[in-house]
């Protein structure tokens, strides 16, 4: 009994808060089936880390600890092992159909950028700014990634908002893409011509990518390398066993390991700041901002496209890196327009092509933050 009081009288508001979070993390999890296999890790682990057992120093807290120090603090081991897996997962097929998708997939990048300026604004110092600003590539491992690499103390809320955001997708971008489009360039229809892709190019398209990723972006190497390996695991024909492993086992296991971890950074005297709230924020930023790109450099080009040849501008939209859920996104809108207008091809192609897009930015702000402090 006197432990229990003990326990009950080391309870304060704070860890009260954060019960309440990863509460909701759990609810949105199961409730709502938004991204589970990671917030619901996150919010077990929020509830884990917040009890005042975990403040005495107990063996849980150096499980954790050490998995988090392992996995993510020190060789980023974590987000590169789960790169292999969504590397497994992703056909880029319809990418290689249409190159050109690539267009949109930088253009979808340009939330990171302007929110990097944002965060400067708000008086981040540039390394915690470059890290805040990765939260628009939708792209989870590469935000933990990048943050620890910089050595960002908020690697917590930074996480918190990159996976948050990309479950809601469906109910950001959306209200966004609507803003920046008419019903009648909604309804502009395309037509997927599929073309056959050989085996030998689909093999060496990971090959060249890692390759030319390495001059254009080295600090990029690890992520795209990570990716691309899991790619070619699945394309070269000769490794399914190991291509199931990296798509189910693998990428389902260091999820778990990598959700629960993350939360280690969630502790109430780290996460409950003004800061957090900021981070949240701008992390919102960054996704409008992205959206807005991919959508406009569509309706730009359109301009200079005769009629019959148009885009759907909204395909812009998935250039983000949240594969699939904004490529559903967007073909679900389409076919709300039109219900004979399938832009499921199109919008796959330039998703995977902000897979790609959104590693490249991540080792471009690297090496920018790298060379202006000298690391």
Known sequence: MEILYQNLGNITIPHVIMWII???LIYLAIAKEMEPTLLLPMGFGAILVNLPLMEAGTGVQHVIGTLFDIGI?????????????????????????NPKLMIFGAAAQFGIFFTLFMASLFGFDLKDAASIAIIGAADGP???FVATT????YLGAISVAAYSYMALVPLVQPPIIKLCTTKAERKIRMVYAGKPVSKTTKILFPIVVT????FVAPDALALIGFLMFGNLIRECGVLNSLSETAQNVLANLITILLGITIAFQMRAE?????????????GLVAFVFDTFGGVMVAKIMNIFLPEGKKINPMIGAAGISAFPMSARVVHK???????QNFLLMHSIGVNVSGQIASVVAGGLILSLVKATIGG
């Open 22 to 24: 990863g509460g909701i």
């Open 142 to 144: 590469t935000s933990i």
């Open 333 to 339: 809108m389409g076919l709300a327009e039109d219900n």
């Open 270 to 282: 780290e996460f409950l700041k003004m800061d957090t709230l900021i981070i949240i924020g701008l």
């Open 211 to 214: 390759i030319l990723v390495s």
């Open 73 to 97: 603090n020190g060789a980023e081991l974590f987000p590169l092992l789960l790169f292999i897996g969504i590397g497994a997962m992703i056909d880029f097929e319809p990418l290689l159909t």
């Open 150 to 153: 910089l050595g960002s103390s």
